[in-house]
C-alpha cells in the first residue's frame, strides 16, 4: 500500500510533466530534442499535441482543403529503390503509359468538377522522349483549362534544363520526396548502383527551388531501421530548406520488394499511422503555413487516416483520378487504396468524409501555399491564389 506521500509526489510529477509539455508546444523555436520528445508522446499527452497542432492549422491556414486530382500518367520506371513496388526490378508489374486522350479526359474531369489543381505522377525515366511528353501534356492541359488548372509534377529526379522547360510548359510546382534526410539511412533505402544518389537529390531540390517552383518534399515513416532521432532530423530538414509543401505517409511494405525482407522490424501498422499523425502535427507547427497532404498511404492503414490527418494539421488531399483499369498496376504498396473507384466514387466519398471533419473543400481555388505566396518574389507573374 502506498503512502499519502507517494501519492503527492506521484500528482506532483504529473503536474510537472503536463507542464513541460505545455512550455515545449508554446515554445517559437521546436529543437531537435523537443522533436523527438514531442514524437514521442502517447495517450492523453498525444491528444494535447494534436489539439495544440489543430489550432495552429486553424489559425494559420483555416479550415479549407484543397483538392489535387492525382494522374498517375505512367509506372515506366528506370530506378530500383528498395522499398517500392514499381521499382525496374519487379518484373510482375504490367507496365503502362496512359495515352494523351486518356490523361486529358481526366485534367477535363478535374477541370470540370473544379478541382483547381492537378498532380502529374509518374515513374523516373531521363529520356529525352520522356521530357518532351511531358512537355506536350503540360502544353495540352493549358490549352484544353485555359490555364486554370495549377499543376504539379512529380516525376523524380531530372536535369536542371528539364526542370526549366517543365516550368516554362506550364508546371508550377513539384514533388520530390527526400525519402529520409539521413544519408546514411538513405542510402541502405536505395541500391548502390551509380542511380541513387542522396547528393543528386538533394542537388535536384536546390535546382527545383532555384527554376522558380513550389516546392514539396517528403519522407516515409516506419521504414525499417529509421528512429525517432532520424524524423525530427526530416522535419528539421524541411524547415531548413524552406519548403513550401509536404506529403509524407507510412511506410507500407510490398512483398516483391528487397525491404520485404525486413517485415519483422517494422512498427505495427496502427503506430506508424500515430507517428505519421504526430510528425504532421509538429510539421504544421514548425512551418505554420505551409500546404501539407494527408496522403493515400494514411487511408490504407485505416479507411479515417486522411480525416485524422486533416484534423491535426493538413490541409490537402489527392483524389486518384487515373482511369480505373490503370490502378492496380500503379502499386508502391500492398493494400492500395481506391483502385476499384473510378473518379467519380472518389469525389462523392470525399465530399461526404471532409464534412465530416468540419473542413471545406476549397473548390475553384489553386490553393497556392500560403507560405511560398509570402516569399514573394519567385512566381511573379503567374497569378495568386484564384484560378
Ligand atoms: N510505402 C509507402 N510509400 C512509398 N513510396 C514508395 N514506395 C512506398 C512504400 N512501400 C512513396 C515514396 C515516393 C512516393 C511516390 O511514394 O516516398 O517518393
Ligand atoms: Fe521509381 Fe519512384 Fe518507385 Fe523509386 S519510388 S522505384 S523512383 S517510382
Ligand atoms: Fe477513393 Fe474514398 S477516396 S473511394
Known amino acids: 500500500m502506498r503512502d499519502k506521500g507517494h501519492w503527492t509526489r506521484d500528482k506532483l510529477q504529473e503536474q510537472q510533466q503536463w507542464q513541460y509539455l505545455d512550455v515545449t508546444l508554446r515554445k517559437s523555436d521546436l529543437n531537435h530534442d523537443d522533436i523527438v520528445y514531442l514524437l514521442g508522446l502517447q495517450g492523453a499527452e498525444k491528444t494535447r499535441l494534436f489539439e495544440y497542432s489543430s489550432g495552429v492549422k486553424e489559425k494559420n491556414v483555416g479550415n479549407k482543403v484543397y483538392f489535387r486530382g492525382l494522374i498517375e500518367f505512367s509506372n515506366v520506371c528506370l530506378k530500383n529503390c528498395l522499398y517500392c513496388g514499381i521499382r525496374r526490378g519487379n518484373v510482375l508489374v504490367n507496365r503502362y503509359n496512359l495515352h494523351m486522350d486518356e490523361i486529358l479526359a481526366a485534367a477535363r474531369f478535374a477541370f470540370e468538377n473544379n478541382y483547381g489543381s492537378l498532380v502529374l505522377q509518374s515513374g523516373e525515366l531521363e529520356t529525352g522522349n520522356f521530357v518532351r511528353q511531358v512537355e506536350k501534356i503540360l502544353r495540352e492541359i493549358h490549352r484544353i483549362s485555359g490555364g486554370k488548372l495549377r499543376i504539379t509534377l512529380s516525376c523524380g529526379e531530372q536535369e536542371k534544363d528539364t526542370y526549366r522547360r ?49 516546392v514539396g518534399t517528403g519522407v516515409m515513416i516506419g521504414l525499417p531501421f529509421q528512429t525517432l532521432h532520424d524524423l525530427a532530423g526530416d522535419l528539421l530538414f524541411m524547415k531548413q530548406f524552406d519548403i513550401d509543401m509536404v506529403g509524407m505517409g507510412p511506410y507500407l511494405e510490398h512483398e516483391h520488394t528487397p525491404l520485404y525482407a525486413f517485415r519483422d522490424q517494422l512498427l505495427p501498422v496502427e503506430e506508424r499511422l500515430q507517428l505519421t499523425l504526430k510528425m504532421i502535427a509538429v510539421l504544421r507547427m514548425l512551418l505554420k503555413d505551409i500546404n501539407i497532404a494527408a496522403t493515400t498511404a494514411l487511408q490504407a492503414i485505416d479507411k479515417l487516416g486522411r480525416e485524422k490527418a486533416i484534423q491535426v494539421g493538413a490541409n490537402v488531399i489527392m483524389p486518384n483520378i487515373t482511369p480505373g483499369r490503370y490502378r492496380d498496376d500503379y502499386l508502391l504498396y500492398q493494400n492500395k487504396p481506391c483502385t476499384d473507384e473510378n473518379p467519380e466514387d472518389c469525389m462523392s466519398c470525399l465530399n461526404a468524409r471532409i464534412a465530416l471533419t468540419n473542413n471545406e473543400i476549397a473548390y475553384g481555388e489553386w490553393g497556392d501555399s500560403e507560405h511560398f505566396r509570402k516569399k514573394g518574389t519567385r512566381d511573379k507573374g503567374r497569378g495568386t491564389s484564384q484560378p
Open 166 to 214: 517543365w516550368h516554362d510548359s506550364g508546371a508550377h510546382r513539384y514533388l520530390l520526396r527526400i525519402e529520409s534526410s539521413n544519408p546514411e539511412l538513405y542510402r541502405k533505402l536505395h541500391p548502390q548502383d551509380g542511380l541513387h544518389s542522396y547528393q543528386r537529390r538533394l542537388d535536384c531540390l536546390y535546382s527545383l527551388q532555384n527554376t522558380g517552383y513550389q
